[in-house]
């Protein structure tokens, strides 16, 4: 069952889930770029065997550092412009143990800038755990995860030289009654610190000021529909404390808590097309960022054939902090993205997104990086070429427009990307 996540990864809540079969399906990283979060929790790929794989992508941006093209470069960069070079390994393995399964996936590389090499940083992300089961009707997943890399472009207004390292565990059950009711649990915890490379204190303490700890329960109960899909309902508690942010009358960490409410419903309708939908309600209680409360939807539509495959969503969510500067964000987007299989070798795709995001937060915040609210429209166009049973190539091309309530902020930026893969 497709979950709405209060706590999420806002651009993750509008991504076509799998579908069952060989169905065309869109790449999340080519909707999102550099800016798509991965993957966590049950989303976290555990296949069986050992794989390795490596990708080279080389990116040109017209406006790397996302500035508004009115004013000029800050001191710390040599250029607006510039090539960024990815090169990646990846590792992925599992083995069964009886009815258990251990898995471990690991990422390791590193971003290369031409001209503004200040961002260059290494990329690592390793996950590991066990998907487990007991009995015949239930199971689930324990995992842990680490990943370290620079700060996602998206976070933050300014684009500062920065690293970012997350931890986190997540624990999932689910059992299957013999009349089709299917309750569910699950808890994950992460932590993410900042850190920026600058001598002036006042821009350090503007990226501390967002290290974030959070934790969060999510249940429900689905009932199958006649192998059609489900229907639902599902609540979820998070709370987020800020260990740099103090609440000047208890003394502690500030914090938010966002509870939440939602009626689920995932439907096939014949061999390829699905429907996601739900329907909620959200309180937020924010220490940093004021309070919320308000119905909160999301819907997908995705089709998936033998040679075109295609998703439109929208939906409006509200998330917690992943270590940006907002202490949590209302989020209203809309997607719609296609993609075509000319023959065995050749794909094509193209879509576009829009993120219309209402920030909250930042009351005390001592720097200047202050968020406020945006919009940002992005199209993309792409096309994969597969050489071999191991090798394959990628073109991308993608135009991205944000208008900031601070105008400053507001920037567009044109994006080529070209990468070649390899699997064994």
């Known amino acids: 069952m497709a979950m709405l996540l209060h706590g999420a990864p806002l651009m993750a809540q509008l991504l076509p889930p799998s579908i069952g079969g060989t169905g065309v399906q869109i790449d999340p990283g080519r909707v999102y770029g550099n800016d798509a979060r991965r993957a966590t929790g049950s989303d976290v790929v555990a296949g069986d065997g050992l794989s390795f794989g490596a990708t080279l992508t080389t990116e040109y941006s017209d406006n790397m550092i996302r500035q508004n093209e009115n004013l000029p470069i800050p001191d710390r960069y040599e250029s607006r412009s510039d090539w960024r070079f990815s090169p990646i390994f990846l590792m992925s393995a599992g083995k069964p143990i009886g009815r258990q399964s251990l898995f471990a996936n690991l990422v390791l590389g590193r971003d290369f800038y031409v001209r503004n090499t200040n961002l260059d940083a290494n990329r690592i992300v390793a996950d590991a755990g066990v998907n487990w089961t007991l009995g015949t009707r239930c199971g689930g997943r324990l995992q842990g995860g680490y990943e370290d890399r620079g700060t996602r472009f998206d976070q933050f207004d300014l684009v500062l030289p920065s690293k970012q390292k997350t931890v986190n565990f997540y624990a999932s059950a689910a059992c299957q009654s013999p009349v089709g009711i299917s309750p569910n649990i699950s808890y994950d915890w992460s932590k993410t610190t900042n850190n920026v490379e600058s001598d002036d204190p006042v821009i350090r303490d503007s990226r501390d000021f967002s290290d974030v700890k959070g934790q969060g329960v999510t249940g429900g109960l689905s009932y199958g529909l006649a192998g059609r899909g489900d229907i639902g309902v599902q609540g979820s508690w998070r709370r987020f ?3 740099n942010q103090i609440d000047p009358v208890t003394g502690d960490d500030a914090s938010t808590r966002i509870l939440g409410i939602n009626g689920i419903a995932n ?9 996601n939908a739900g329907l909620g309600y959200t309180w937020v209680d924010s220490q940093t960022g004021g309070d919320f409360s308000g119905v909160t939807w999301q819907g997908t539509l995705i089709y998936a054939g033998p040679r075109l495959g295609g998703s439109i969503g929208l939906s409006r969510q509200v998330s917690g902090s992943s270590g940006g500067i907002a202490s949590y964000e209302i989020a209203t987007l809309y997607s719609l993205n296609v993609n075509y299989r000319a023959n065995d070798r050749l794909s094509v795709a193209s879509g576009f997104s829009r993120s219309e995001i209402d920030s909250r937060g930042n009351e005390g915040l001592p720097g200047f990086d ?26 991308d091309y993608s135009y991205n427009k944000r208008d900031s309530q601070v105008p400053i902020f507001s920037y567009t930026a044109n994006n080529v990307v070209f990468s070649l893969r390899a699997k064994f």
Request: glycine letters at 8%; proline letters at 5%.
């Open 370 to 395: 202050v968020q406020r609210d945006y919009d940002l429209n992005r199209f993309f166009i792409g096309a994969d070429y597969r050489l071999n049973r191991r090798f394959s190539a990628g073109l």
């Open 241 to 243: 404390s800020y260990p």
């Open 267 to 275: 439907y096939r309708i014949g061999p390829s097309f699905r429907l």
